[in-house]
Nanobody, 125 residues
């Protein structure tokens, strides 16, 4: 099994930056692509960024492209989401996820098998 734990969330003002971290533990050899998802109040969860196993290729949702950057550190088994120029509409619970079967970056939610508990990010206007 693989366990994921997010950290780094909090309350910020519009225009600020925040970096989320995801710590991977357990059977770390068994995970591949990683992604960051978010769920705003009253809305469905959707993916905002994905990165492949090696950390080279990444995809982003249009809503965050140019503002958010996903990265990972293979040696530390960590993933990150750097969020710049935050907007009130970025307010959500953010989840880290990892795929057991897919090594390439993917925006397909059903390919993610492991999930963190989520962490709140609130952006005030």
């Amino acid at each position: 099994q693989v366990q994921l734990a997010e950290s780094g969330g909090g309350l910020v003002q519009a225009g600020d930056s925040l970096r989320l971290s995801c710590t991977v533990s357990g059977r770390t050899i068994t995970y591949g692509a990683m992604g960051w998802f978010r769920q705003a109040p009253g809305k469905e969860r959707h993916i905002v960024a994905s990165i492949d196993w090696s950390g080279v290729s990444a995809y982003y949702a249009d809503s965050v492209k140019g503002r958010f950057t996903i990265s990972k550190d293979l040696t530390k088994h960590m993933a990150y989401l750097q969020m710049n120029r935050l907007k009130p509409e970025d307010t959500a619970v953010y989840y880290c996820a990892a795929s057991r079967t897919t090594a390439i970056a993917t925006m397909t939610t059903r390919l993610y098998d492991y999930w963190g508990q989520g962490i709140e990010v609130t952006v005030s206007s």
